[in-house]
């Protein structure tokens, strides 16, 4: 039986505290249950298949155009996570998040937009520190990137890493970058249950604990300055509509469809991050509002492409932004040379 909203934001509260305070693992699903979910992860993983191919290399400026008419700086993005964040599954640069999103941004600000993406497939929320070394140890504090977004949380189930260090290493993430002057906007852990060959009882206990897990990450990244975009499952419900469509050929990742189904909820958060875009009031028609911050991540976590930022005090601010269509995006000089080498 699904948990209520409510029980939602019970679980996700003491995770989120037992991450704060150093806690260790949470029980949330039961012994047996557990050695059941990963026999099935087993037996999914034969179906699934997955892909070791290297994401396409989407580094550079985007926005080349707006160069001649904006004299200063461009925006400097960064990107941090997991295979997602990479951009695994596609084959060509400018169908990763981070293309698509640096292409959209640059349109949006009329502005260069320089990418930078640190994030590693595989990684777990422990690799974030390393990434984020990689990431501002070469340059100067002056010049760290405007806005970092990340997309983590999904090897953490798969993997087993207990909830509350999972938190912690976010957490710890989203407070470093704060205070280097950065702009934070993560997308929480997938609905890990609308992976199409994942049959039951591992779908439930997996977009559980997914869930789960993207709630305490919400009250985490919130208490520390940062904005949130749910994933869900895999950012809305046309995943779950249009599995052959929007997942890719090793029916895990997204396919470029998916991607810029993805980059589509995220880009107005980025927006709004970065001041490019009014912080509307909330709308009720839109079942937006002013929520304590456990039960706003609990209402994001079960829907997709839901945005929570911090307010004064244990309040939340939960908006179900109006996505837009992205213009296409572009590759670099450099990106167009290497192109042959993803086909």
């Not at 047996?32 to 290399?57: C, H, N, W, Y």
Request: hydrophobic share 40%.
């Amino acid at each position: 039986m699904p948990m209520s909203k409510a029980s939602s934001a019970r679980v996700a509260r003491r995770i989120a505290t037992a991450a704060a305070y150093g806690g260790g693992g949470i029980g949330l699903v039961g012994g047996a249950a557990v050695g059941l979910l990963f026999t099935e992860l087993q037996l999914a993983k034969r179906q699934i298949g997955g892909s070791d191919d290297e994401p396409p290399q989407a580094d550079g400026l985007y926005g080349d155009a707006f160069g001649r008419l904006y004299t200063g700086r461009p925006l400097r993005m960064a990107f941090l996570g997991d295979s997602t964040a990479a951009g695994q599954g596609v084959h060509r640069s400018r169908q990763t998040p981070g293309a698509l999103l640096a292409s959209a941004l640059a349109a949006v600000a009329e502005r260069p937009v320089e990418l930078r993406n640190v994030a590693l497939s595989g990684a777990m929320s422990d690799d974030l520190e390393r990434q984020i070394t990689l990431l501002l140890s070469a340059r100067e504090p002056a010049t760290a990137p405007d806005v970092c977004v990340i997309m983590i949380g999904a090897n953490d189930v798969t993997h087993r890493m207990s909830p509350a260090r999972s938190v912690r290493y976010l957490s710890d993430a989203v407070a470093r970058l704060r205070t280097a002057g950065c702009e934070v906007v993560v997308g929480t852990c997938p609905d890990l249950g609308s992976v199409e060959p994942v049959g039951q009882p591992l779908r439930w206990i997996a977009r559980r604990l997914s869930r789960q897990l993207a709630a305490a990450q919400t009250i985490a990244v919130v208490e520390e300055g940062g904005r949130t975009v749910s994933l869900g499952d895999l950012l809305g419900p046309e995943f779950s509509a249009n599995p052959r469509e929007l997942f890719g050929p090793d029916n895990y990742h997204p396919s470029a469809e998916g991607y810029a189904t993805a980059a589509m909820a995220v880009l107005p958060t980025l927006c709004t991050a970065l001041g490019l875009w009014p912080d509307e009031r909330p709308d009720s028609r839109r079942r937006e509002g002013v929520l304590p911050v456990a039960r706003a991540a609990a209402e994001a976590a079960a829907e997709g492409g839901t945005e929570v930022a911090g307010m004064r005090g244990p309040w939340a601010l939960l908006k179900h932004r109006r996505r837009r269509r992205l213009p296409p995006a572009e590759e670099t000089t450099w990106q167009r040379e290497e192109e042959p080498e993803h086909r």
